[in-house]
T-cell receptor, first 110, second 115 residues
Framework: RKEVEQDPGPFNVPEGATVAFNCTYS??????FFWYRQDCRKEPKLLMS???SGNEDGRFTAQLNRASQYISLLIRDSKLSDSATYLC???????????FGGGTRLMVKP | GAGVSQSPSNKVTEKGKDVELRCDPI?????LYWYRQRLGQGLEFLIY????????KSGLPSDRFSAERTGESVSTLTIQRTQQEDSAVYLC?????????????FGPGTRLTVT
């Protein structure tokens, strides 16, 4: 089983739609969780950290379910510019090493 | 402020040649990581440096790969006797590593093509 698993997609949605991605992780000792965004042929960029109580940043909402070991990202009112690959990232146990999921590709269409 | 920089941005080399890739981390970041990303694939961890500790080399795919870091600054990744399967984007990331923050910030990568 992979340490971090994501549905690779692609998710094809119209502009304005709400879309949600889930990610599962295998190490119950993991403590830090992130969503990164990677545009085509670009480096990954930090989108947001994921906190235990859930957190929101504009149109983006991240949630963590420790009991079930999954993380979610909700994007409301999708924009064309949201088209990218979204990487779920988890630290390895108690340390600072990060494990990156394979990514979920989102394509927002006009 | 300045982000992570990498050079060269692109490198084309012949099979069997050695290549050296450079990474300049964000100033003050104590941790530095190298990753490889093949076309259409996810990130593959290669090596990790943290301060003066021994590097974590657990991700290096073969002994043709090595890396060095001078203190908390520049790092170089060297690939000897390159093979076609080494073709990929090599990404460097750095991290400040506070008690509550493990975020990594990436450079633009070096796209390596082995012909």
């Amino acid at each position: 089983r992979k340490e971090v698993e994501q549905d690779p997609g692609p998710f094809n949605v119209p502009e304005g739609a709400t879309v949600a991605f889930n990610c599962t992780y295998s190490n119950s000792a993991s403590q830090s969780f992130f969503w990164y965004r990677q545009d085509c042929r670009k480096e990954p960029k930090l989108l947001m950290s994921v906190y235990s109580s859930g957190n929101e940043d504009g149109r983006f909402t991240a949630q963590l379910n420790r009991a079930s070991q999954y993380i979610s990202l909700l994007i409301r009112d999708s924009k064309l510019s949201d088209s990218a690959t979204y990487l779920c990232v988890v630290n390895r146990g108690a340390g600072n090493m990060l494990t990156f999921g394979g990514g979920t590709r989102l394509m927002v269409k006009p | 402020g300045a982000g992570v920089s990498q050079s060269p941005s692109n490198k084309v080399t012949e099979k069997g040649k050695d290549v050296e890739l450079r990474c300049d981390p964000i100033s003050g970041h104590t941790a530095l990581y190298w990753y490889r990303q093949r076309l259409g694939q996810g990130l593959e961890f290669l090596i990790y440096f943290q301060g003066n500790s021994a590097p974590d080399k657990s991700g290096l795919p073969s002994d043709r790969f090595s890396a060095e870091r001078t203190g908390e600054s520049v790092s170089t990744l060297t690939i000897q006797r390159t093979q076609q399967e080494d073709s990929a984007v090599y990404l460097c990331a750095s991290s400040l590593l506070t008690a509550v923050s493990y975020e990594q910030y990436f450079g633009p990568g070096t796209r390596l093509t082995v012909t």
